[in-house]
């Protein structure tokens, strides 16, 4: 649907006068790649020969002014706004699947400020994650979140859809590592958060912007929590006859605070498919990825701490080499042709819960998405990589290899997998996401994963953005 | 088909080389980095889009300088798939017309940016000087050629003034490409010449990877190959060179050349001759190393000078954000986009003609 005449050229002439014209693009090539994130639907879409809906205007603004005034712009013509950073996000998040502006965020790439004291980096919430912690490896440190895609994506992107890295079992969710944000609010006023998050002034409402995928606003600035570069890094693999004690040993290591920076535990599936593609080990069993970091001897401590355990349930050392081979192949996951890529169909259903409800969530949806897609030969996968003190999350992930070839019927049987999985996950005690965030794939569960909570963020959605112009559709609002 | 064009296949669903992606950085633009214009040759070839301007803009938009697959886990050959259709888009007449006239010249004369005068002597050491390096830096072939008189070698110097091959290759014009590969190899040949150096890495990767892999071109097997900056790295203990005096510490930033991501062994290499030349370890810039941007040295000034510039430019202003006063590099087809677009107070030095400076008198 193309949005031609007097309207959209004036809605270009007022976004050219704020971010001059070098930075509106309606180009053909540009709105058809920004039609796309790294969500598998419209990339299906595309890949079938098919038109996703396109934006109608790409605005790259340098400072939060300019994004003000490009609210207020899209206010005055009541038209979408759709942040963008890297567009790596896999639930739709950054899809104008109403058209509008597709306002990217990379010109925004200043780093602000590295505070060795406090250990803090402030910088706009356009800068690459990869350039930012080269920035600060600079100076010793290093920004603890390590998501698979810190290539890629950008700060606000690790923030607006609470992100997760590899090593948060120790460092924390990208969620937790933020002490400040400057935001501009969908009617364009500017604010910056409090210059702390622990304290006691009020309630804690700079949090509603982590997670908000842009419908609360923009972020524009962040300051984040770094560390020092650890002064080591004690990588293993143990091989582990069976699931459940591997998750009872990761439990044992949690709760026994013992500090792992990262416990990656693929399951069997997983164990045979994954890791003997990426890594080439042909094991049978529940592979687990153990590392300690930081001072030598408290790091060689904890780990001797958790072998005690990991050796309570049999399980067998595959000593440094396995490990340290996955931790510099970790990413090599994600690179085509080893990458999942179409024309198969998948989805990455991840989820979290407590330990008393994992495994038994697991099983569950393993048992719906395997028994529900048969005919499908579908495959269901899954890795426990992100462990707290209360539980785990679970990255369990679907693949069919032979999909429908005609693009309705592959969006009708993708939906038809989500609303299985995401009905066990919920039915089970589980979150419909841990990291990946709500997106346009999830917000049709978010009624149902809130139940009663849920006409509240309506009611501070409909308050804070009474046009309904940022990014709609996604997380829920609307649905 | 060209097979290197199954590339797009991969880069059209992948965003891990984006840390790394020049032009990426300095446009801010999805659509011109190694995804965004994997996917636009992909849709255009299932006719979701067509070559117009704007597609063609993005198309002329890589500048084939290696940094997404040097660090591509499944090296996926996307500069070169991009140089195939680009040969395609030539094919149908649809290139644009600075970038058919930039190949005519080249078809003509050899030479990109004036004349080609093939060698005359013979000998078993040769340099190649390439295009740049005899038509806009002489200088630095001068220096070079000082520096290898001092390793007492009796060196030729063939290539003066031929492209390498690769420009026509990049803009998309293969058989071009093709017979000035040839021509390189027939003068090396005619000269008799065994131990080939280079001068400039843009010849260099030509040489090395280029041909075989773009062109199907081999060189010859008793042909050896050689980086200017490896083999005078290795001359310097027996070079006897004296320190400099005088400098400020630190204020010299070293500007891995154009390419530079291709031939990782010169990173250390040329770091060896800058100490040698400055007295102290250069300054680092951020895009340094595996992680070096290009300047717009490359195909890029003709297919997209605006994109070319602006690359540049952006090298400058590392080294100025470093604090740096003056950057030194070896290459010549750099050092002369640098001199070219430098309109700061950095001073910018060649590094063969510092080293030059250095020797005793009388070797
Ligand atoms: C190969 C690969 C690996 C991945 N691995 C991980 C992983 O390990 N951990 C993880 O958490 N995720 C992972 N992801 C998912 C995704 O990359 C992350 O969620 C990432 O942080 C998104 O960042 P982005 O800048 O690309 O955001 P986008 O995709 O551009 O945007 C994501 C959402 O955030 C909103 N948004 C973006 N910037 C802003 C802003 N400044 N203000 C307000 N809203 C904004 C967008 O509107 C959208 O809703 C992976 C993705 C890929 C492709
Ligand atoms: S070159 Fe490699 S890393 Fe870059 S986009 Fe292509 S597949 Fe990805």
């Not at chain 1, 679907?398 to 066990?424: C, G, Q, S, Y």
């Not at chain 2, 301007?53 to 500069?79: F, I, K, M, W």
């Not at chain 2, 980086?227 to 310097?236: G, I």
Request: net charge negative.
């Amino acid at each position: 649907m193309e949005w031609t005449g007097l309207q959209p050229e004036m809605v270009r002439s007022e976004l050219t006068e704020i971010v001059g014209d070098a930075h509106v693009s309606t180009d053909d090539a540009d709105r058809l790649v920004y039609a796309t994130d790294w969500f598998w639907l419209p990339q299906m879409w595309l890949d079938r020969g098919e038109i996703p809906r396109k934006p109608d205007f790409i605005v790259r603004p340098k400072s939060a002014e300019e994004i003000s005034a490009i609210l207020q712009v899209a206010n005055a013509y009541r038209i979408p706004v759709i942040p963008w950073g890297g567009g790596s996000g896999s639930q739709g998040g950054a899809l104008p699947v109403f058209g509008g502006i597709v306002l990217d965020t990379k010109r925004m790439n200043r780093i602000i400020e590295i505070d060795e004291k406090s250990l803090t980096v402030t910088a706009e919430a356009g800068i690459n994650g990869k350039q930012l912690e080269w920035a600060v490896n600079e100076k010793g440190l290093m920004l603890p979140h390590y998501p698979a895609s810190a290539n890629c994506a950008t700060l606000g992107g690790y923030l607006a859809p609470r992100g997760t890295g590899t090593i948060s079992t120790k460092y924390g969710k990208a969620e937790d590592l933020v002490l400040r944000m400057q935001v501009v609010l969908p009617d364009g006023h500017i604010l910056r958060t409090p210059i702390v998050p622990q304290h006691a002034a009020g309630p804690d409402f700079y949090r509603l912007f982590l997670g908000s995928e842009g419908t609360f606003g923009v972020i524009t600035e962040a300051t984040m929590q770094l560390d020092y570069l650890p002064e080591c890094r004690l990588l293993r693999a143990v091989l582990f006859e069976d699931l459940t004690d591997a998750i009872e040993a990761g439990r044992q290591i949690m709760t026994r605070r013992l500090e792992p920076f990262v416990i990656r535990l693929y399951d069997p599936r997983s164990t045979a498919s994954r890791v003997k593609k990426i890594l080439g080990y042909e094991l049978e069993g529940a592979y687990m990825v153990l590392g300690f970091d930081g001072d030598k001897d408290i790091a060689t401590l904890q780990e001797e701490k958790a072998m005690d355990i990991i050796n309570g349930f049999g399980a067998r050392d595959l000593g440094r080499e396995p490990g340290e081979a996955w931790w510099n192949h970790r990413y090599d996951f994600y690179y085509p042709p080893q990458s999942l890529k179409l024309p198969w169909m998948y989805g990455t259903t991840e989820t979290v819960t407590t330990y008393d409800k994992i495994e038994k969530l697991y099983f569950a949806e393993k048992k719906a998405v395997e028994e529900g897609y048969k005919e499908w030969d579908i495959d269901f996968i899954g890795h426990f990589s992100h462990w707290f003190h209360w539980g785990v999350m679970v990255y369990t992930r679907f693949i069919i290899r032979n999909p429908p070839d005609d693009a309705k019927e592959a969006v009708r049987l993708h939906n038809r997998v989500w609303n299985t999985a995401m009905t066990a996950v919920l039915e089970n005690g589980g979150m419909v996401n841990e990291h990946h965030g709500v997106g346009l794939k999830l917000s049709r569960f978010m009624r149902r994963q809130y139940g009663d909570a849920w006409p509240l963020l309506d009611r501070i959605k409909k308050t804070l953005d009474p046009n309904g112009i940022m990014n709609p559709g996604k997380v829920g609002f609307g649905h | 088909m060209n097979t290197a064009i199954g590339a797009i296949e991969n880069c059209r669903f992948c965003l891990m080389c984006r840390h790394v992606a020049p032009v990426g950085h300095i446009t801010h633009n999805e659509s011109v980095t190694p995804h965004g214009i994997a996917l636009v040759a992909a849709m255009q070839r299932q006719g979701q889009l067509t070559w117009n301007p704007s597609t063609l803009d993005v198309l002329y938009a890589e500048p084939d300088g290696g940094n997404c697959r040097a660090h591509c886990v499944t090296d996926q050959p996307l500069p070169a798939a991009i140089a195939a259709i680009r040969a395609e888009v030539a094919d149908d007449g649809l290139a644009p017309p600075e970038v058919v006239r930039a190949h005519d010249r080249i078809a003509e004369n050899h030479s990109a940016f004036g004349s080609y005068e093939p060698a005359t002597k013979q000998g078993e050491w040769g340099l190649f000087v390439g295009d740049v390096g005899f038509n806009l830096a002489q200088e630095t072939m001068r220096a070079a050629l000082k520096l290898l008189e001092a390793c007492e070698l009796d060196v030729v110097s063939v290539g003066c003034g031929l492209d390498s091959g690769f420009i026509p290759c990049s803009l998309g014009y293969p058989r071009t490409a093709q017979a000035q590969a040839r021509l390189c190899i027939e003068e090396v040949q005619r000269t008799g010449i065994k131990k080939l150096l280079v001068l400039s890495p843009q010849d260099l990767f030509a040489f090395l990877q280029m041909h075989q892999e773009r062109l199907d071109i081999a060189w010859p097997e008793d042909v050896v190959i050689i980086d200017l900056v490896d083999f005078l790295a290795s001359q310097v203990p027996n070079l006897k060179m004296i320190p400099p005096a005088g400098t400020a510490e630190n204020a010299t930033a070293y500007v891995d050349p154009t390419h530079a991501v291709r031939l990782p062994r010169r990173f250390d290499a040329a770091r060896t001759l800058c100490e040698v030349a400055l007295g102290y370890a250069p300054l680092e810039l951020f895009w340094r190393e595996d992680r070096a941007h290009p300047v717009g040295s490359t195909a890029i000034q003709f297919t997209r000078p605006d994109i070319g510039v602006r690359l540049t430019e952006a090298r400058l202003e590392d080294a100025i954000n470093r604090g740096a006063q003056s950057i030194v590099c070896d290459d010549p087809v750099t050092l002369y986009e640098l001199r070219l677009r430098n309109e700061s107070n950095l001073h910018i030095q060649g590094l063969y003609e510092t080293l030059l400076t250095q020797l005793p008198p009388h070797s």
